[in-house]
């Protein structure tokens, strides 16, 4: 008999119930893929070209394991299975590598190398950030193949091993194999979802720029009690500079830095949200930032300003001595409604319009660390993506026009031309980049079960269904 979607989703949940997914978890976190080290080099390469690809052996991939074009990094794998070239590509991104394992900061002896069972939380670097994620999407592939026979499209699965430090030289990567790459359409599990009982849609990422605000008035302090109130004094000038640029509430003042306009069905999609308040995550406050925006439009649709660092003399050890220097950094996260290049323009005509000429601007290297990215909420892929899903939980799904964070989205959208799509299986309790990292059980579970019926609706049409 021919196989069905039910079907496909039944298979995906006995491998979680089985616990085959867990062995196969196990395996993947077990490799210490920390990018910030560079002594990881050869286990990230061990990763792509050893841990991975067995996983996608018995299902017909072909293997590419290919350089960085930036030297001293990690590799990327490419792993495709082409069915039809007529029928469509979908291009699976996960990323392999993880933030530093903070052993020595683990709750109970918990080893961040090895998944540790607690009740439904899965504990271990990578359950959620990355590895926890791809390997949903890898199963629910196997579970589609092992139920229809063939997926009924093609599909390329990119691991990059470099995203937990800016994905240094993927652009230029996905330029030099853009045709290995392509695809009809950028599907991505990563993140944190709004809830805990709704699956999610996340069409692309806030932008972040970064940069230092400096006062240099002299290289060298002076005693407060023959110069104070004499000299300027560096801190008090910066300090006022930053004033200038949020009001004692929060509200943004450059002029330049709001976003202007915002499609309607972006708004649309923000007030739609359902955001869940869970126990160990701040909420934040009702009056900090715009005023009369709601939270999920201050966090998704609004540009936000943070203070990062602020330093002025010498704060372990406190001097009786006008300071002449004071230097604070500064980010800015803004959606693809403010372009990264007006944000440091914009700020210097502000503070010399509020008479702080003298406070410099020094922008990062690399001062945007992934640019802003957004897939139309009604691209057709997108509502055929929200379609599967809410079919599969009989539920609507939360759609954000982009997450609050960053991510390499807009790379693969303007080098590759697709429409990208994440779909996130974790919740902001989840510890990533922490100590403690760790997954909820059933999330995982019911990840294979949105996935396996995802893959089965993509290949519906190349099997007539």
């Not at 080290?37 to 290919?66: I, K």
């Not at 000038?237 to 499609?263: F, Y």
């Not at 809410?390 to 982009?402: D, Q």
Request: net charge negative; proline share 8%.
């Amino acid at each position: 008999m021919p196989g069905t979607r039910s079907g496909a989703i039944a298979r995906a949940h006995r491998c979680f119930d089985g616990g085959d997914y867990l062995d196969r978890l196990r395996a993947l976190v077990a490799v210490p893929t920390e990018s910030q080290l560079p002594e990881r080099l050869p286990d990230l390469r061990r990763y792509c070209a050893e841990t991975l690809p067995p996983l996608l052996d018995d299902m017909g991939f072909a293997h590419q394991v290919l350089d960085n074009p930036e030297a001293g990094r990690g590799p990327v794998l490419v792993s495709t299975r082409m069915e039809d070239p007529a029928r469509p590509t979908v291009l699976v991104y996960g990323h392999g590598d993880v933030v530093r394992g903070l052993a020595p900061q683990w709750s109970n002896g918990r080893d961040p190398w090895a998944v540790t069972i607690e009740g439904d939380r899965w504990y271990g670097r990578g359950t959620v950030d990355n590895k926890g994620q791809h390997l949903i999407a890898i199963e629910s592939l196997r579970a589609v193949l092992a139920e229809r026979g063939s997926l009924g499209f093609n599909v390329k699965v990119l691991v990059e091993t470099g995203e937990e430090v800016g994905s240094p030289g993927l652009a230029e990567f996905l330029e030099r194999h853009r045709e290995t790459c392509a695809a009809d359409v950028f599907i991505a599990l990563d993140g944190p979802r709004q809830t805990t009982f709704l699956p999610e849609v996340s069409l692309g990422a806030r932008g972040a720029v970064a940069f230092d605000l400096a006062v240099d008035f002299r290289a060298t302090e002076h005693h407060s009690g023959h110069f104070g109130g004499v000299l300027d004094d560096a801190g008090f000038v910066l300090a006022h500079a930053l004033a200038s640029i949020v009001t004692p509430r929060g509200r943004i003042l450059v002029e330049g830095w709001l976003p202007k306009d915002v499609p309607a069905s972006v708004t649309e999609a923000i007030d739609g949200l359902t955001i869940e308040d869970m126990p160990g995550v701040p909420q934040g406050s009702a009056d900090w930032g715009e005023p009369g925006l709601s939270k999920p439009r201050r966090i998704y649709g609004w540009t936000s300003v943070i203070v990062l660092a602020f330093t002025c003399g010498h704060p372990d050890a406190p001097t009786n001595a006008v300071q002449g220097r004071a230097r604070a950094r500064l980010q800015v996260r803004h959606t693809v409604d403010l372009p990264a290049e007006e944000v440091v323009p914009a700020l210097r005509r502000h503070l010399d319009a509020q008479g702080f000429g003298m406070v410099q601007i020094h922008e990062m290297m690399n001062r945007a660390m992934f640019p802003a990215s957004r897939t139309p909420p009604d691209n057709p892929w997108v509502k055929r993506v929200v379609a599967s899903l809410a079919r599969s939980s009989n539920r609507r799904p939360n759609v954000l026009p982009n997450s609050s964070g960053s991510s390499p989205t807009e790379l693969f959208r303007q080098i590759l031309g697709v429409p990208a799509i994440w779909i996130p299986n974790s919740y902001p309790g989840c510890n990533q980049h922490g100590p403690d990292e760790h997954a909820l059980a059933p999330l995982l579970r019911e990840g294979l079960g949105l996935m396996a019926g995802l893959w089965w609706d993509v290949g519906a049409e190349g099997h007539g269904a």
